[in-house]
């Protein structure tokens, strides 16, 4: 890693990961300006999934390194998590609670006040439409009130780098 590394949002050298003799990862490179929007293209098998899972500290690379938010994914771990949001290919929103509760879960998961986490999901449910669905049940919701809420529900911690 140079030292410039502290100015990227994402610094990954030479990652790889295999499962077995199946190798998905075989040392790839990315760099990330801090305030840029980067895609990360490939066909299915790619390894698109397994470099995000690496670069959030879900998995753990068979090799290389990386730096998120200037911080060493192995070494820094916690430190990561605090710094990103992850909103999955697949809903992470509960349908059995409303709108408003599951932003008021993730507020809590953050350690946030009961005040700040209040203010913080109504000013989140507000930007995302979806302050007349917010007492319904999220089963309720449409497809894309559901994603909406998803990513609201990513942003409550104020993350300075977000995996989509």
């Known amino acids: ?3 410039t590394d502290h100015e990227l949002a994402i610094a990954a050298m030479g990652l790889r990961k295999s499962y077995g003799d199946k190798t998905v990862l075989d040392g790839i490179d990315i760099r990330v300006p801090a305030g840029t929007i980067f895609s990360l293209l490939g066909p299915n098998g790619a390894g698109k999934t397994t470099a995000v899972n690496i670069l959030s500290t879900l998995i753990s ?17 916690q ?8 909103t999955g290919q697949f809903s992470a929103v509960d349908g059995l609670i409303t709108g408003e509760e599951n932003m008021l879960l993730m507020a809590d998961l953050h350690h946030l006040s009961r005040s700040e986490g209040k203010r913080t999901a109504a000013e989140l449910l507000e930007r995302f439409d ?25 942003l409550v911690g104020s993350p300075r780098i977000i995996f989509l």
């Open 79 to 86: 430190a990561v998590r605090a710094a990103i949001g992850v």
């Open 130 to 154: 979806l302050v007349e669905a917010a007492k319904k049940p999220a089963s309720t919701y449409s497809g894309g009130m559901k994603r909406r809420l998803d990513i609201a529900m990513t």
């Open 1 to 3: 890693m140079t030292t």
């Open 61 to 77: 690379a068979d090799g290389g390194q990386a730096r998120i938010a200037g911080h060493d994914i192995v070494g820094e771990a």
